[in-house]
């Protein structure tokens, strides 16, 4: 995955969950029963839970960039111009 189509992501589900949150409300609000007090608690709760998933995204999203580019370093360095002219500069450096 790419960092265009992890961007993309990451707001179509933020989308959805903005579009759904007020239906969920007034849908809540409408219907007065007695259990109206715990439904409230659940929902916070599943609020709290969904900020946590979202941080848990954006840390693996992280990641991820991170270890991306320590791969494409990594490859960089392992080209066979980038290892002659490594050993080159070494070479010069210890007098040989």
């Known amino acids: 995955m790419n960092v265009r189509e ?3 992501l990451i707001s179509r589900i933020r989308q959805i969950r903005r579009s759904a949150a007020p239906t969920e409300k007034a849908s809540a ?3 007065a029963s007695p259990d ?5 608690a659940l929902e916070t709760r599943v609020a709290h ?17 991170r270890h991306s580019k320590q791969i494409a370093e990594l490859q960089a360095q392992t080209q066979p111009g980038a290892i002659g002219a490594a050993l080159s500069k070494d070479a010069r450096e210890r007098g040989l």
């Open 6 to 8: 992890g961007e993309g």
């Open 36 to 40: 109206a007090a715990l439904i409230r």
């Open 29 to 31: 609000t409408a219907t």
């Open 49 to 65: 839970l969904e900020q946590l998933l979202e941080g848990l995204q954006d840390s693996v999203y992280r990641e991820s960039e």
